[in-house]
């Protein structure tokens, strides 16, 4: 956009014939929202026993609930799952597919998010539940079927086996939630951004951190000690008599 020069030949009354201030904000941005969203989790805890109401349920519940919880893949993604997807050897889980967009029909398959597949690794004990559950199958199917043959969709999946898991003590989530939950726990165990960028299947690493980094927070003091010079020569008995970063002298505070 090119600048608009004004120039004063005296005008009226000494005057500007217009308002060289005026179309100067026409490309103003907003202020950032300083106050992000927060991003809601299933305690560890709640989590266990929201697994051990599925395993009551049946073996598919179970497996489904485990796998969501222990992996970054959405519901879509779960429900485009076939068995020719795991990699039992390697513990990977190929998510090349979604299912169940309903306005493109019932039988729609399309592409994960972000328009390219990714790998997902899988927990010791997803894929021991995993392998138990695929015993007797053919190699080759879909991982999740219902009773027409065709995978279960994200609607029927809401109410039935998800919704009946929760109740008064436990209350209610959508299944993204497990998803928002996986990504938290790895960051806080320590795990780097990039490597929950790549579980995720972000484009960018800002997408990851972002809603999560809350979580990256953490209170090892070794990672600042680092920044100290080799030869400093802070003396124990100097730190122990610190207080508030104020050394203590004989008469008062340093």
Same mark, same amino acid.
């Given at each position: 956009?090119?600048? *608009?020069?004004? /120039?004063?030949? $005296?005008?009226?009354?000494?005057? @500007? +014939?217009?308002?060289?201030?005026?179309?100067?904000? #026409?490309?103003?941005?907003?202020?950032?929202?300083?106050?992000?969203?927060?991003?809601?989790?299933?305690?560890?805890?709640?989590?266990?026993?929201?697994?051990?109401?599925?395993?009551?349920?049946?073996?598919?519940?179970?497996?489904?609930?485990?796998?969501?919880?222990?992996?970054?893949? *959405?519901?879509? /993604?779960?429900? $485009?799952?076939?068995?020719?997807? @795991? +990699?039992?050897?390697?513990?990977?889980?190929?998510? #090349?597919?979604?299912?169940?967009?309903?306005?493109?029909?019932?039988?729609?398959?399309?592409?994960?998010?972000?328009?390219?597949?990714?790998?997902?690794?899988?927990?010791?004990?997803?894929?021991?539940?995993?392998?138990?559950?695929?015993?007797?199958?053919?190699?080759?199917?879909?991982?999740?079927?219902?009773?027409?043959?065709?995978?279960?969709?994200?609607?029927?999946?809401?109410?039935?086996?998800?919704?009946?898991?929760?109740?008064?003590?436990?209350?209610?989530?959508?299944?993204?939630?497990?998803?928002?939950?996986?990504?938290?726990?790895?960051?806080?165990?320590?795990?780097?951004?990039?490597?929950?960028?790549?579980?995720?299947?972000?484009?960018?690493?800002?997408?990851?951190?972002?809603?999560?980094?809350?979580?990256?927070?953490?209170?090892?003091?070794?990672?600042?000690?680092?920044?100290?010079?080799?030869?400093?020569?802070?003396?124990?008995?100097?730190?122990?008599?610190?207080?508030?970063?104020?050394?203590?002298?004989?008469?008062?505070?340093?």
């Amino acid at each position: 956009m090119g600048v *608009r020069v004004w /120039e004063w030949d $005296g005008g009226k009354n000494g005057q @500007l +014939d217009g308002n060289p201030a005026a179309n100067s904000t #026409r490309w103003l941005l907003r202020s950032a929202n300083t106050q992000k969203r927060q991003i809601d989790i299933i305690p560890k805890p709640e989590l266990q026993t929201l697994l051990k109401r599925a395993e009551a349920r049946s073996p598919m519940t179970y497996v489904m609930v485990l796998t969501l919880g222990r992996t970054s893949i *959405r519901i879509s /993604e779960l429900m $485009g799952l076939r068995l020719e997807d @795991l +990699d039992f050897e390697r513990r990977e889980m190929h998510v #090349r597919r979604t299912w169940g967009n309903q306005s493109r029909g019932p039988d729609y398959t399309g592409i994960p998010k972000g328009s390219k597949p990714r790998i997902v690794d899988m927990s010791q004990q997803l894929c021991a539940a995993l392998q138990a559950y695929v015993v007797g199958r053919p190699e080759e199917g879909w991982l999740f079927p219902s009773k027409t043959g065709l995978p279960m969709t994200p609607n029927s999946f809401y109410p039935t086996p998800w919704k009946p898991l929760f109740d008064a003590v436990i209350a209610y989530r959508h299944p993204h939630i497990l998803r928002h939950t996986y990504a938290t726990q790895l960051l806080w165990q320590g795990q780097p951004p990039v490597f929950v960028k790549e579980q995720l299947g972000h484009s960018s690493i800002r997408i990851s951190v972002d809603p999560y980094g809350h979580a990256i927070r953490s209170s090892d003091k070794s990672a600042v000690d680092q920044l100290d010079d080799p030869d400093a020569s802070l003396r124990k008995s100097d730190a122990s008599n610190d207080i508030r970063g104020l050394k203590l002298i004989k008469g008062g505070l340093a």
